[in-house]
T-cell receptor
Framework: DAGVIQSPRHEVTEMGQEVTLRCKPISGHDYLFWYRQTMMRGLELLIYFNNNVPIDDSGMPEDRFSAKMPNASFSTLKIQPSEPRDSAVYFC?????????????FGPGTRLTVL | QKEVEQDPGPLSVPEGAIVSLNCTYSNSAFQYFMWYRQYSRKGPELLMYTYSSGNKEDGRFTAQVDKSSKYISLFIRDSQPSDSATYLCAMRYGGFKTIFGAGTRLFVKA
């Protein structure tokens, strides 16, 4: 398997623009996670899905953020409108489950810069 | 107070040194304890996993969990420049989301 795939790898946009980040999880994994990583706040869980259904979105910072998982092989994280404080690295991860031995596999991340 | 506390460092050591990385936590319900390693501009990857208290060894790496003190450690023996990375502790209880520490940046100098 190719692992978790994210696109784009880098995104530079201007404040107020819509940004869409994409993720393809590992085939057969039932859980998908979106994280944001910054120097100040570390790795923060934004939202996670189980079998394409959002389970916990308490980490989504504002209504400007939304995430969807239309099928088992694709998810998007959208920011509209974007702001400079959204600049961070966004990671997608997937796992088989939430049991103790289940490992989260992370993608390479999308580095977002909002000017 | 954060559920998981981890000193962000950076920690700089000479090659061959023993490295000790630590995290403390507040939620006594945590049962599963992990260490992830993250190289620059990469995603985190699982390094070690421990259930409940005790030690686990894998090559040059040893993970320790002390639930009575709510304290976990990762030891790296004979550290190598290739060990230079950010190390994130992580923990959860069954069926719940994983909570990550802030990560400690480690530099091993040749």
């Amino acid at each position: 398997d190719a692992g978790v795939i994210q696109s784009p790898r880098h995104e530079v946009t201007e404040m107020g623009q819509e940004v869409t980040l994409r993720c393809k999880p590992i085939s057969g994994h039932d859980y998908l996670f979106w994280y944001r990583q910054t120097m100040m706040r570390g790795l923060e869980l934004l939202i996670y899905f189980n079998n394409n259904v959002p389970i916990d979105d308490s980490g989504m910072p504002e209504d400007r953020f939304s995430a969807k998982m239309p099928n088992a092989s694709f998810s998007t994280l959208k920011i509209q409108p974007s702001e400079p404080r959204d600049s961070a690295v966004y990671f997608c991860a997937s796992s088989e489950g939430l049991a103790g031995a289940d490992t989260q596999y992370f993608g390479p991340g999308t580095r977002l810069t909002v000017l | 107070q954060k559920e998981v506390e981890q000193d962000p460092g950076p920690l700089s050591v000479p090659e061959g040194a023993i490295v000790s990385l630590n995290c403390t936590y507040s939620n006594s319900a945590f049962q599963y304890f992990m260490w992830y390693r993250q190289y620059s501009r990469k995603g985190p990857e699982l390094l070690m996993y421990t259930y409940s208290s005790g030690n686990k060894e894998d090559g040059r790496f040893t993970a320790q969990v002390d639930k009575s003190s709510k304290y976990i450690s990762l030891f790296i023996r004979d550290s190598q420049p290739s060990d230079s990375a950010t190390y994130l502790c992580a923990m959860r209880y069954g069926g719940f989301k994983t909570i990550f520490g802030a990560g400690t940046r480690l530099f091993v100098k040749a």
